[in-house]
């Protein structure tokens, strides 16, 4: 089983809609969550973070952790095409450690 | 305010000869990270590093793989002797470490992408 199971995708959705990201874990010590972007040929963007469990809100974006399921889930709101771009769960053990992605899952938002 | 720098964005290199793979980590940040990420694969850590020293290198391939962060300049990955399946983009991240923030968050570099013929 792998650390970090996430959907590769891909995703397509239309413009406006409600677009809901997943990963499952198995490892139950990690501690901080977080939510990464990446367009194509770039480096990873940070979304959100969460340490623990429960739920955190930005804008458009909310994240979403339960540790007792070790699932964790990404919302976007009123989707745009903008948002188009793989999206990459990513975990660690602790502050100032290695994190560990998922796969990525590669969204798009027609017009 | 800078972010993440890296270079050179593309690296063609043929078998057997050495890449150096250079990374100029965020204003203020002392903690450098290097990922590797393979075609239709995840991003995979590959060793941390701060200042001078290796924190960890336990993703890092045992053989022709290394890492330095020195006390001035960039870090830099370097491999030696590459082969085909070294082709990847690699990616640096920086972080403040526990002197700044109340987490450690890690920004990433738009990646080397290195090609080998």
């Given at each position: 089983q792998k650390e970090v199971e996430q959907d590769p995708g891909p995703l397509s959705v239309p413009e406006g809609a409600i677009v809901s990201l997943n990963c499952t874990y198995?490892?139950?010590?990690?501690?901080y969550f977080m939510w990464y972007r990446q367009y194509s040929r770039k480096g990873p963007e940070l979304l959100m973070y969460t340490y623990s469990s429960g739920n955190k809100e930005d804008g458009r974006f909310t994240a979403q952790v339960d540790k007792s399921s070790k699932y964790i889930s990404l919302f976007i709101r009123d989707?745009?095409?903008?948002?188009s771009a793989t999206y990459l769960c990513a975990m660690s053990l602790g502050r100032n450690t290695p994190l560990v992605f998922g796969k990525g899952t590669r969204l798009s938002v027609i017009a | 305010n800078a972010g993440v720098m890296q270079n050179p964005r593309h690296l063609v290199r043929r078998r057997g000869q050495e890449a150096r793979l250079r990374c100029s980590p965020m204003k203020g940040h002392s903690h450098v990270y290097w990922y590797r990420q393979l075609p239709e694969e995840g991003l995979k850590f590959m060793v941390y590093l701060q200042k001078e020293n290796i924190?960890?290198?336990?993703?890092?391939?045992?053989?022709?793989f290394s890492a330095e962060f020195p006390k001035e300049g960039p870090s830099i990955l370097r491999i030696q002797q590459?082969?085909?399946?070294?082709?990847a983009a690699y990616f640096c991240a920086s972080s403040p470490g526990?002197?700044?923030?109340?987490f450690h968050e890690q920004y990433f570099g738009p990646g080397t992408r290195l090609t080998v013929t």
């Open positions: 198995s490892n139950s010590a990690f501690q989707s745009q095409p903008s948002d | 924190i960890d290198e336990s993703g890092m391939p045992k053989e022709r590459v082969v085909r399946g070294d082709s526990l002197a700044g923030g109340s």
